[in-house]
């Protein structure tokens, strides 16, 4: 029987978040990322592009 994947989000959307994401994608069966919490509107916009999970813009929203 497997566990239901772990669910965590990402405060900040700068370079170092890469680093938290490249092993949700890696580990989809084990890591879930629910979304990036960044101040900037064309930040978030890149983002959610470049690494397709929702952008917030406070962490009440994710």
Same mark, same amino acid.
């Given at each position: 029987?497997? +566990? +239901?994947? @772990?669910? #965590?989000? @990402?405060?900040?959307?700068?370079? &170092?978040?890469? #680093?938290? /994401?490249?092993?949700? &994608?890696? =580990?989809?069966?084990?890591? %879930? =990322? +629910?979304?990036? /919490? *960044? &101040?900037? %509107? ?6 959610? %592009?470049?690494?397709? /999970?929702? %952008?917030?813009? *406070? /962490?009440?929203? =994710?």
């Amino acid at each position: 029987m497997s +566990a +239901a994947p @772990i669910g #965590f989000g @990402i405060v900040g959307g700068g370079w &170092r978040a890469e #680093f938290f /994401v490249r092993p949700a &994608r890696a =580990l989809r069966e084990r890591l %879930a =990322l +629910a979304g990036v /919490v *960044t &101040r900037l %509107a064309e930040r978030a916009a890149q983002v959610e %592009a470049e690494w397709s /999970v929702p %952008a917030f813009h *406070t /962490v009440g929203e =994710l």
